[in-house]
């Protein structure tokens, strides 16, 4: 059975920091290109991070770069997320999401989705 499982989130203070897991079941990652997305509560999903499977480049979000870093460990079948100085906009469910053909944050990217983990930032 293919599935991705998020994991990691929790409520946060402002400034602090949290590390949210993906991990992949049924299917190897390597191939695939993964991504991190979230939605906040009334508003559109929105990409947040990305990596590609060919060259392990990474993508983000202007409002995450610099505070986000995304990074995979195929051995694990894992991919996850390591957040720095959160916000409280950064307060959203976040999924991860594979997909094998499309670029990173192109449209309809996303084989895979996880059932997402909620992150909030508030204190």
């Known amino acids: 059975q293919v599935q991705l499982v998020e994991s990691g989130g929790g409520l946060v203070q402002p400034g602090g920091s949290l590390r949210l897991s993906c991990a992949a079941s049924?299917?190897?990652?390597?191939?695939?290109?993964i991504g991190w997305f979230r939605q906040a509560p009334g508003k559109e999903r929105e990409g947040v991070s990305c990596i590609s499977h060919s060259d392990g480049r990474t993508y983000y979000a202007d409002s995450v770069l610099g505070r986000f870093t995304i990074s995979r460990d195929n051995a694990k079948n894992m991919v996850y997320l390591q957040m720095n100085s959160l916000k409280s906009e950064d307060t959203a469910v976040y999924f991860c999401?594979?997909?094998?053909?499309?670029?990173?944050?192109?449209?309809?990217?996303?084989?895979?989705w996880g059932q997402g983990t909620q992150v909030t930032v508030s204190g």
């Open positions: 049924g299917f190897t990652l390597d191939h695939y290109n």
């Open positions: 999401a594979t997909d094998m053909g499309r670029y990173c944050f192109a449209p309809g990217f996303g084989d895979y």
